[in-house]
């Protein structure tokens, strides 16, 4: 039995000075390992907003955590590190408070069209200027519509998140049953306030006839429906952050493990978009110079065959690339020769240490094709 998903109501204290994050309430959720789709590096946008007067739209999906300087002021107040609208009021005198339907909203562009697995509506900082409930609807319109085009009376909008009363200085939690492919949504909150952050986890579901017309393209990559399942170690940073877009800038931008101090080895577990033949692979140690891996290896597996990928000791797994000496801070290119259709590929490294990224350059099969087609018309896409 799934465990409820924990809320949080009401006003957070006051800043009392020291940690700022010391009183942030939080909690496990059994959606954040899944990629955000509205993740700016992905290509997502805040593109519309009725009201930004003391925060602005985009900061609503800056990567990083929300920052708090309790001695930042601007000319219009506190300087605030997310969305922010002003204070509503009524319509007179004799009705001095919002009315019920009263509300701000703004419109995200995901950078990675999907299916919503669970939704965070972050009010870090936001301590008695928060909003006093959310809601979010979502919708498929595919192209780069304009936000005039999506408010139209024929956009049909899905409610993912009712509209729900939250708290302050909390990352509040939704989990999604809705198993459909967005590609906007609308945050709601009621009837004014602040958010620091929006995060939309799932999983990427790509317009299958864009990847055929690409033909060769990275199989493994986040906005193509690539996952990264498991890992043994995520101290640093998620493995996920190796299969991103763009080269990282910073160690923190890809996937790294603590010190081992055994005889053991670290491992990445990824899923493809679909079954495919890889024909060029590039491990990148971009930005780790005294802490890249000694050394690497690839191996895939066929889950078509019914094979287990969790089970790594299954005869299953064939060697891709053999233990390879990497350098540091530096692309490395390696092309493959026959290797085999695969739906999995796992990334050794020896002993331990950063990969920045990993390239898995190929094609679909027909089966693949076929499959990802398929997943596409479930999910509601034409």
């Given at each position: 039995m799934t465990a409820p998903t924990p809320r949080f109501?009401?006003?957070?204290?006051?800043?009392?000075?020291?940690?700022?994050?010391?009183?942030?309430?939080t909690a496990d959720l059994p959606f954040t390992h899944l990629v955000d789709l509205a993740d700016r590096r992905l290509g997502g946008s805040v593109i519309a907003a009725n009201d930004e007067f003391f925060a602005e739209r985009e900061n609503l999906l800056r990567p990083e955590a929300p920052r708090f300087d309790p001695e930042a002021f601007g000319h219009k107040g506190k300087v605030m590190d997310g969305w922010e609208t002003r204070r509503r009021r009524g319509a007179s005198a004799d009705t001095p408070h919002p009315a019920e339907d009263d509300h701000d909203w703004a419109l995200i562009r995901l950078g990675a069209p999907g299916a919503v697995h669970g939704i965070v509506v972050d009010t870090a900082h936001f301590r008695g200027n928060y909003p006093r409930a959310v809601s979010v609807e979502a919708t498929a319109v595919d192209g780069t519509p304009s936000p005039e085009e999506l408010l139209a009376d024929d956009i049909v909008w899905t409610e993912l998140v009712p509209r729900t009363r939250i708290g302050g200085h909390a990352a509040n939690g939704f989990p999604v049953s809705v198993r459909r492919r967005f590609t906007h949504l609308r945050l709601k909150q009621h009837p004014d306030g602040g958010i620091a952050r929006l995060r939309v986890h799932g999983e990427a579901a790509p317009d299958p006839a864009w990847l055929t017309a690409l033909g060769t393209f990275d199989l493994v990559a986040l906005e193509h429906g690539g996952a990264a399942e498991d890992a043994s170690d995520r101290f640093y940073s998620p493995p996920a952050n190796s299969?991103?877009?763009?080269?990282?800038?910073?160690?923190?931008?890809?996937?790294?493990?603590?010190?081992r101090r055994d005889t053991g080895h670290d491992w990445v577990r990824y899923r493809l978009a679909a079954q495919g033949s890889i024909r060029a692979v590039e491990i990148d140690t971009g930005c780790y110079k005294g802490n890249a891996p000694g050394w690497a290896a690839l191996y895939g597996l066929d889950a078509t065959t019914g094979a287990d990928p969790a089970d790594h000791t299954a005869p299953a797994w064939t060697e891709l690339l053999p233990r390879t000496r990497l350098q540091p801070d530096t692309v490395h290119r390696f092309l493959l020769d026959a290797a085999p259709p695969v739906t999995h590929v796992r990334i050794d490294i020896h002993p331990d240490g950063g990969v920045a990224r990993l390239r898995l350059h190929g094609s679909l099969t027909e089966h693949g094709a076929q499959r990802l087609a398929a997943r596409h018309t479930e999910l509601g896409g034409a």
């Open positions: 109501t009401g006003d957070a204290a006051p800043y009392g000075g020291g940690d700022p994050y010391a009183d942030y309430r299969i991103g877009p763009g080269r990282s800038t910073r160690m923190d931008e890809g996937w790294e493990t603590r010190r």
